[in-house]
């Protein structure tokens, strides 16, 4: 087994974007992304049921066929189709039946039939099950109108899964039905990933780490911590907090450190940009290899993206806004990727717009939305992105294309609900 606290190692440039780009667009942000990360290494074998929500490091190949023998579909009576034909049948009952667990060991000769139950492996000489509610019996003898379909009413052994056959493939995250399929197939333990750490970093002068604390005026409390935090839970992740830090070199640079010896990767928010104040951006360009990322998208300024002994370092913008969106957009597939679950695409619906918007070529945007009764999408009354609240008012996203757009009520807009996103 290989040692889970090993980080990835990735080359030093593998976030550098090409001389004299200055405006990337998000299709090329992400592919380069995509190019540049890889799936940690760490493995663990687990019983099913403690696997839930990891990713399968291996395929599960079935022990057992589902299901393992040819059954009774129904409550009825089995038979031979080759004994049977057009109009009225009537067959002989043989003595016993048929029961899930309870297998009938003797031979149905043809011309006879059993009473069969749900479950019930076929005896030898039956292979159709005619359901009850259509028969007539006397204890004796079973009545139904013929002809009836050759195997009506029973399950091929293996028709579901056979034995050997990948059930699920490496990179699933397991989720409640596929403990049952993993059971049925007798797949008692899997191999799954260790979950990806992920460190949660603040930065900033103002920021307050308590929100029960007092705060002077000039200060704020941690919005993007807890958010991060929960996010990278609700992604199946294990969250690592790494507190906030001044805007001193020396203080992110303690963070950091930590970070990189705990956790796979490291989201930062705040300091990102490139001003004088931007303490993440400038530490991460002299004792890391940042490479800054001007990304053609509203919200979210430049997307700091760095290896900090190794450690990749997703540096978010500090508004909490811009924070969420790049979180969505960018660190989402590209975690799920070194998580060892591939690149994840959230899925996309196209519904009317409920609003009308008109934007200009050159950077794609995001908008905060919800659906409104009809279905169309409407979007939070205020673009700017400290407004906190529309994140809570919304349930998902809208995303306008990097080309300009003009929207009216009732154009196609690409809709991201929330759940695509994983939470
Ligand atoms: P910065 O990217 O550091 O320039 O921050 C941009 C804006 O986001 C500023 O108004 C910050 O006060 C705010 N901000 C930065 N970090 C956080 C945080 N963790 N929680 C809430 N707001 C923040
Ligand atoms: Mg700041």
């Known amino acids: 087994m290989t040692d889970p606290l090993i980080p990835p190692r990735l080359r030093d440039d593998c976030f550098a974007m090409p001389q004299g780009v200055s405006w990337v667009p998000v299709e090329d942000a992400l592919a380069r992304l995509r190019a540049a990360l890889l799936p940690i290494a760490g493995t663990e074998r687990l019983p099913g049921r403690a696997a ?130 993993l059971a049925a197939l007798g797949i008692a333990e899997v191999e799954v990933y260790r979950p990806l750490r992920v460190g949660v970093l603040s930065t900033g002068d103002e920021i307050v780490d308590d ?19 929960a996010l990278a839970e609700s992604w199946g992740f294990a969250p690592v907090d790494l507190g906030h830090a001044i805007d ?47 990304i053609a998208m509203k919200p979210g300024r430049p997307l700091a993206l760095a290896l900090w002994q190794g450690t990749p370092v997703f540096g978010l913008p500090g508004n909490p806004v811009a924070a969420l969106v790049c979180a969505l957009i960018f660190a989402r597939p590209a975690l799920s990727q070194m998580a060892g679950a591939g690149w994840a695409e959230p899925q996309a619906f196209t519904v009317p717009a409920a609003f009308a918007k008109r934007k200009k070529a050159g950077r794609r945007e995001y908008l905060r939305a919800r659906l409104n009764a009809e279905g169309r999408a409407e979007v939070f009354a205020s673009e700017g992105s400290g407004r906190i609240s529309g994140l809570s008012w919304a349930t998902g996203l809208v995303e306008l294309p990097d080309a300009a757009a003009e929207i009216t009520p009732g154009t196609p807009v690409r809709y991201l609900p929330f759940a695509s996103f994983g939470f």
């Open 52 to 181: 839930l929500g990891r990713i399968l490091a291996a395929g599960a190949i079935a022990r057992r066929s589902n299901p393992p023998r040819p059954n009774s579909a129904v409550d009825g009576y089995g038979f031979a189709h080759a004994a049977t034909g057009e109009g009225v049948q009537r067959l002989s009952l043989v003595k016993g039946r048929a029961a899930a667990g309870q297998p009938f060991a003797g031979v149905v000769p043809p011309g006879q039939a059993i009473r069969i139950l749900t479950g019930a492996i076929l005896p030898d000489g039956v292979d159709t099950v005619v359901l009850e509610e259509d028969c007539a019996t006397d204890a004796t003898t079973v009545a139904f109108d013929g002809p009836v379909k050759p195997r009506a009413n029973t399950r091929q052994a293996g028709e579901d899964v056979t034995e050997g056959a990948e059930a699920l493939r490496a990179g699933h995250r397991l989720r409640p039905p596929d403990l049952a399929l």
């Open 211 to 229: 929100p029960g604390a007092a705060a002077e005026p000039h200060q704020i409390f941690d919005a993007n911590r807890p958010m991060l935090l």
């Open 248 to 294: 001193d070199p020396t203080a992110i640079a303690e963070c950091l450190d930590r970070g990189a010896a705990a956790a796979d990767v490291i989201l930062t928010s705040g300091g990102a940009s490139a001003g004088d104040e931007d303490h993440i951006s400038v530490l991460l360009r002299t004792r890391g290899t940042l490479s800054s990322w001007r």
